[in-house]
């Protein structure tokens, strides 16, 4: 599956489920080893589309989509989001 088609999942899924106002809590600069602050799913998806984006940017749509994965299958938002904090934490170089 290409990053273009992986990031209009992840779009289409946090839309679709009415979550994007939650979407700064996936994205990896919400955590500790960041001091910049998150960009919205807009954002986000503006900046990465049609780019080869790598390391934490790819790991951030990993994570928002393994979120719609589990709200899929009757995750609450707040558990779909703290497993996928969990299985796919951020990337250590």
Not at 1 to 23: A, D, V, Y
Not at 70 to 90: C, N
């Amino acid at each position: 599956m290409s990053i273009n088609h992986e990031l209009e999942q992840m779009k289409n899924g946090w839309e679709k489920h009415g979550i994007s106002k939650r979407f700064s809590s996936v994205h990896h600069f919400s955590s500790e080893k960041f001091a910049t602050k998150p960009s919205g799913l807009k954002g986000f998806y503006n900046w990465c589309k049609d780019r080869d984006i790598l390391d934490e940017n790819y790991q951030t749509v990993q994570r928002a989509n393994r979120v719609i994965a589990l709200i899929a299958d009757g995750k609450t938002t707040d558990s779909a989001i703290a497993q996928a904090w969990r299985e796919f934490p951020i990337c250590k170089r």
